[in-house]
């Protein structure tokens, strides 16, 4: 039992002294592989958007300056040429993508250019695109996602981002005199991965410098439609109830009181603004992966759905619906407020 324990430890010690003497035979240790490009790519088509843009820049890598230095040279991130389209898979239809150079805010990268490709042709719903990138040395990269066809808004009723019914949105009981809770209630498509919805309460300021524009902002609820079974039809219908107080309380935070206030008229009809924003489940899945790290474990899967590249290339949907607040809605805002923020309806 000795001798088999000796002979043991032996072994442990000649891996080791071995192992050392490999690694004392050369202490320079080079951190950067051998340069291979790589393009990156980011584009998100919306087919309620007048233009589409998509993003694409390359890779960069050099011995002899640091990361920051080499961000700001522009001709490092850029092709010099391109040629860039996507096709409608179902119609097989070519839509090219044109080069445009757009401001871009200060930061660590170069501002003296910012390019990017962009079409102005009107893209259909639930439609398959194949983006395709064709470089100067003939080599393509690649990109395919199906546009979100709708979001629909059941309650309020919204049609084509208009209110075909009157005075949906009420916060109030119908003799308003007491807060109460409604309902918002929203389909989305099936390619939905996430959405979220946001609330604007308008009026005018009435001063003695003119009429000005005022606006009361609000969170409505965010939505993950992935979670539920997308087989079923019927569990497609999101509703989140959305509390009076928070409400008036946006209100309160938002509009300043004061002991004279000026008069705020209140329009009768489109009054609220109900924004839908949607996201494809590549784009959900994306954005999950590559958030802030906010547990132990340090690393994460990488997730790109770009052929020869990296990136991301999905579809997203924004939708501005009308509405109004209702009648008694109204009256209560006006009662509750008359004097530190003086509401009143349009004559």
């Known amino acids: 039992m000795v001798n088999f324990a000796i002979m043991k430890f032996l072994k442990a010690l000649f891996f080791l002294t071995t192992t050392l003497c490999i690694i004392s035979c050369d202490n320079d240790v080079d ?9 990156l790519v980011y584009g998100l088509l919306d087919v309620n958007s007048d233009t589409q843009f998509v993003k ?7 011995d002899q300056l640091s990361a920051i230095d080499l961000a700001k040279q522009v001709e490092r991130t850029y092709y010099d040429s391109l040629t860039v389209s996507l096709t409608n898979e179902v119609t097989n239809a070519v839509i090219p993508l044109l080069e445009i150079t757009k401001p871009k805010n200060p ?3 170069s501002t003296e250019e910012n390019v990017m490709y962009y079409t102005v042709e009107k893209l259909s719903p639930k439609t398959a695109y194949r983006l395709k990138i064709v470089k100067a040395d003939g080599s393509e990269t690649y990109g395919s996602t199906t546009t979100i066809e709708r979001v629909d808004v059941l309650n309020p009723k919204v049609v084509n981002g208009t209110n075909i019914s009157r005075n949906n949105v009420s916060f109030t009981n119908r003799t308003s005199t007491a807060v109460t809770d409604y309902v918002f209630k929203f389909r989305p498509d099936r390619n939905v991965g996430e959405f979220e919805v946001k609330m604007t309460f308008f009026y005018t300021e009435e001063t003695p410098n003119g009429n000005i524009p005022g606006k009361v902002e609000m969170n409505i609820s965010r939505f ?3 979670l539920r079974d997308p ?9 989140t109830p959305f509390k009076g107080e928070l409400f008036f309380r946006a209100i309160e935070e ?3 009181s004061d002991d004279f206030p000026t008069k705020k008229v209140i329009k009768s ?8 924003y949607a996201a494809d489940r590549d784009y959900t899945f994306y954005r999950e992966l590559n958030g802030p790290i906010d547990g132990l474990a340090q690393t994460r899967p990488e997730f790109t759905n770009v052929e020869n590249g990296i990136g991301l290339f999905a579809s997203r949907y924004s939708l501005i619906a009308k509405s109004q607040i209702s009648e008694s809605t109204t009256n209560y805002l006006i009662q509750r407020y008359r004097s530190s923020r003086n509401f009143s309806t349009e004559q």
Do not use: K, W, Y
């Open 31 to 39: 951190i950067n592989s051998d340069f291979e490009e790589v393009t």
């Open 56 to 62: 694409i820049n390359r890779t960069f890598l050099d």
């Open 107 to 109: 930061g660590i990268f």
């Open 224 to 226: 993950f439609p992935e």
């Open 231 to 239: 087989t079923d039809f019927l569990l497609r219908e999101f509703t």
């Open 254 to 256: 938002q509009v300043p």
């Open 269 to 276: 009809t489109d009054n609220i603004e109900i924004e839908v």
